[in-house]
Nanobody, 128 residues
Framework: QVQLAESGGGSVQAGGSLRLSCPAS????????MGWFRQVPGKEREEVATIDNGGSAKYADSVKGRFTISQDNARKTSYLQMNNLKVEDTAMYYC??????????????????????WGQGTQVTVSS
């Protein structure tokens, strides 16, 4: 059974940095896509960044230039480096992974193209 376990969340002042990690267990091969999402209570899930097994990454406009997604295929771990954090980055952050070869940039929530495996989330709180 595949399990993802996020860590690295916490509280930080605006302008600070955090690095989220997401090691996967229960799967012996590399994932085709890994991604980071965030959600605020009462709002829909927002895609933050995705990366495929070739290293191609995509970012939400709101985090471009501040966040960097990376992965260690051998360790089946994804990372999200978050710099220059803003108050509006406050959210629960979830990592996700998928083995299907549907393009990482074309995943649609709630459909068969959505990510299959999800972590439990790690809270990020940014104060002014």
């Amino acid at each position: 059974q595949v399990q993802l376990a996020e860590s690295g969340g916490g509280s930080v002042q605006a302008g600070g940095s955090l690095r989220l990690s997401c090691p996967a267990s229960g799967y012996t091969h590399s994932f085709y896509c890994m991604g980071w999402f965030r959600q605020v209570p009462g709002k829909e899930r927002e895609e933050v960044a995705t990366i495929d097994n070739g290293g191609s990454a995509k970012y939400a406009d709101s985090v471009k230039g501040r966040f960097t997604i990376s992965q260690d295929n051998a360790r089946k771990t994804s990372y999200l480096q978050m710099n220059n954090l803003k108050v509006e980055d406050t959210a629960m952050y979830y990592c996700a992974a998928d083995t299907t070869t549907w393009p990482c940039t074309e995943r649609v929530p709630g459909t068969k193209t959505d990510f299959t495996y999800w972590g439990q989330g790690t809270q990020v709180t940014v104060s002014s």
